[in-house]
């Protein structure tokens, strides 16, 4: 049995809290909360000790595991003290605010020989999982572009991060774990109206090794939700709603066949739409048992530390183009 805790039990953190109260093999030793309501209101809905400071619960039942979902200001001091103690962490994303924090963090954790997993969700959505294994599998041909779309209303709770960092960083890690090679340059519009120091809007492009083109539309500025992800190649085109689960794909009725290796183009026209069926399950769930399996087996997590800092970084590039109105070059 391991020992798991949440630090942060807010709007993420209640989840994570109650997915290890009903995970096998995993036991909830504790929430904390610096907000005491929410930490007693919590601990008294999963019927777990409850705590205002993680060294309390630590001095009290060291749990083996813990996801931190505190403020993203907080993740570096919170997040070092735990590995100092020898905990596996999973820190919510971003992995910290700055890329030397973050590096600092991936150090410490690999001198203390613990698991840093960063919460990076959108990987353990089903829908992600079956676009991801068929574009292994090669249905989509050759990829030429892969665009984005999370459009939201604006959060009032989100103090600490601009629209790039809090929301379009889901899908900068997306696009890496999906095309599974480098980028090269990015280049961000962005808008800040409703923020008075933060960006509430992205347009931005990625370019990456291959040539494949990544194209990001992310907003705080939409009246309603919207999560969707296509995949453009030469035999079809993969559209994803992260949001219902659901993943079609149009195929092109002059695809170069299969036995062309070379993938070469010749034209593009409508051909059968096929609706992929997807196994549902919560991505929460599965983040966090891949977590604990990490722990129990000794092995990198799904995604790793560098991954978050990989991912942090390109957004800051982002930010950055967006400020200076130029593309950043790797
Ligand atoms: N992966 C995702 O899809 C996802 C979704 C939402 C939030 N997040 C991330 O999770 C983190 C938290 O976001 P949220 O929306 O839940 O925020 P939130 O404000 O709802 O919750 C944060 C909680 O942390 C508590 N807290 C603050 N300082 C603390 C400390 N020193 N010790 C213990 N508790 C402390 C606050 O009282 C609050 O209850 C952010 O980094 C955010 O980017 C990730």
Not at 7 to 31: F, P
Not at 48 to 77: A, G, M, R, W
């Amino acid at each position: 049995m391991l020992k798991a805790a949440v630090i942060g039990v807010g709007s993420i953190g209640q989840n994570h809290a109650r997915v290890y109260r009903e995970m096998d093999g995993v036991q909830l030793v504790g929430v904390v909360d610096a907000n005491p309501q929410t930490a007693a209101k919590i601990g008294a809905r999963f019927n777990v000790p409850h705590f205002t400071d993680y060294n309390s619960l630590i001095e009290t039942d060291k749990p083996d595991l813990v996801s931190c979902c505190v403020p993203t200001s907080l993740h570096f001091q919170v997040g070092m003290e735990l590995i100092e103690q020898g905990i596996h962490v999973l820190m919510e994303k971003p992995i910290t605010s700055t890329v030397e924090q973050g590096q600092q963090l991936i150090a410490a954790a690999k001198a203390k020989g613990v698991v840093l997993a960063v919460g990076h969700i959108e990987r353990f959505n089903p829908a992600v999982m079956e676009l991801r294994r068929r574009l292994r599998e090669g249905m989509a041909g050759r990829v030429y572009k892969i665009h984005a779309q999370r459009l939201s209303p604006y959060p009032s709770r989100i103090q600490d991060a601009g629209v790039v960092i809090d929301l379009a960083s889901h899908d900068i890690d997306l696009m890496r774990y999906l095309m599974d090679e480098d980028v090269t340059r990015v280049y961000g519009e962005t808008l800040q109206s409703i923020n008075s120091d933060r960006e509430d809007m992205l347009n931005g492009l990625l370019r990456f090794k291959s040539g494949a083109v990544g194209v990001l539309d992310v907003n705080w500025m939409t009246p309603t939700k919207i999560r969707r992800l296509t995949v453009t190649g030469s035999r079809g085109m993969f559209d994803c709603n992260l949001l219902s689960q659901e993943l079609f794909f149009y195929e092109n009725d002059v695809a170069p066949s299969q036995w062309d290796t070379l993938s070469i183009l010749r034209g593009v026209s409508e051909g059968n739409v096929l609706g992929i069926r997807i196994q549902r399950h919560e991505p929460l769930a599965a983040e966090l048992n891949d977590f604990a399996g990490a722990v129990r087996e000794q092995r990198a997590p799904t995604v790793t530390g560098y991954d978050g800092l990989e991912t942090l970084r390109l957004a800051l590039n982002f930010v950055n183009s967006g400020k200076e109105n130029k593309p950043i070059h790797d």
